[in-house]
């Protein structure tokens, strides 16, 4: 059933790219994102730790959101993004503890 309210897939490129939404939300988030085995929150955590190790910076603000939402602390994001600054790279993990930080101003 759809929702009457557009998804963030739907907002951002629906009229342009509608079977990349059509994939982002019912492949993506309805099935991948609601398998049984990992928790949405540790699924968070994983997606999160991916984006910062690969610099994938356009997409990390909306998945720090959902890690929020998903049960993800503050406390633990930062803990997580300085853990992976000597995984990921240096540059990596401040540009993500920035985004992260510009979040809350």
Do not use: C
């Amino acid at each position: 059933m759809m929702s009457a309210e557009p998804t963030p897939a739907q907002r951002l490129i629906g009229d342009f790219a509608p079977k990349l939404v059509e994939l982002t939300d019912e492949v993506l988030f309805g099935d991948v994102w609601e398998r049984p085995g990992l928790s949405p929150r540790d699924r968070s955590l994983i997606t999160i730790s991916a984006l910062v190790a690969l610099y994938r910076t356009g997409q990390l603000e909306s998945h720090l959101r959902r890690g929020l939402d998903n049960g993800l602390t503050e406390d633990e994001l930062v803990e997580a993004i300085t853990h992976l600054a000597f995984y990921a790279g240096w540059p990596n993990a401040m540009t993500a503890i920035t985004a992260l930080k510009e979040m809350h101003r």
